[in-house]
T-cell receptor
Framework: QQQVKQSPQSLIVQKGGISIINCAYE??????FPWYQQFPGKGPALLIA?????SEKKEGRFTISFNKSAKQFSLHIMDSQPGDSATYFC?????????????FGSGTQLTVLP | DSGVTQTPKHLITATGQRVTLRCSPR?????VYWYQQSLDQGLQFLIQ???????AKGNILERFSAQQFPDLHSELNLSSLELGDSALYFC?????????????FGQGTRLTVV
């Protein structure tokens, strides 16, 4: 049962373009929404994260937009560069019994063409 | 370098065998998480330990077990291995027990069952 749904599965963007990846969640108890970036042969690394008390967070070329009413959050990569080519995962804490587990979306493979 | 160390990096073993994957968390981190990453399943949460105690359990098979030792390193034991267990196994660590802070991932152990 997928509680964090991510789209698209793959994305090809020209250098300098805007990359947009979307995630939808089902549980309203989430309080932390991170995005992780993974390069081939490496482990995922935190890229940027947002808490639901704000609707947007920007760090350099990366922006998270959060829509609480629609239960969606998205990652925007401005001025996309070939070095941004990687797999991106959204994630959220999901209740598992008395504890929570960080549940990842299915991933988006981003390719930025030079 | 995330500060999380996983050994070995690669492991090839036969069906029915047992293997142990090792993880050393970042200095000061008390939580250790194990994830399985396969092509068709994405990043699947297996189990979390916090300061030596099991905190959360995900889709971990009964053939798999884990523990966290007093020095906070963790081991994931996989037994009666099947071809379908071939995957990347990631360990991550974080400071606290909750999931609203950054989790740092190791570079993973690639397990191939033949």
């Amino acid at each position: 049962q997928q509680q964090v749904k991510q789209s698209p599965q793959s994305l090809i963007v020209q250098k300098g373009g805007i990359s947009i990846i979307n995630c939808a969640y089902e549980n309203t108890a989430f309080d932390y929404f991170p995005w992780y970036q993974q390069f081939p042969g490496k482990g995922p690394a935190l890229l940027i994260a947002i808490r639901p008390d704000v609707s947007e967070k920007k760090e350099g070329r990366f922006t998270i937009s959060f829509n609480k009413s629609a239960k969606q959050f998205s990652l925007h990569i401005m001025d996309s560069q070939p070095g941004d080519s990687a797999t991106y995962f959204c994630a959220a804490p999901i209740s598992s019994g008395s504890a929570r587990q960080l549940t990842f979306g299915s991933g988006t493979q981003l390719t930025v063409l030079p | 370098d995330s500060g999380v160390t996983q050994t070995p990096k690669h492991l090839i073993t036969a069906t029915g065998q047992r293997v142990t994957l090792r993880c050393s968390p970042r200095s000061g981190d008390l939580s250790v998480y194990w994830y399985q990453q396969s092509l068709d399943q994405g990043l699947q949460f297996l189990i979390q330990y916090y300061n030596g105690e099991e905190r959360a359990k995900g889709n971990i098979l009964e053939r798999f077990s884990a523990q966290q030792f007093p020095d906070l390193h963790s081991e994931l034991n996989l037994s009666s291995l099947e071809l379908g267990d071939s995957a990347l196994y990631f360990c991550a660590s974080s400071v606290g027990r909750s999931l609203n802070t950054e989790a740092f991932f190791g570079q993973g152990t690639r397990l191939t069952v033949v």
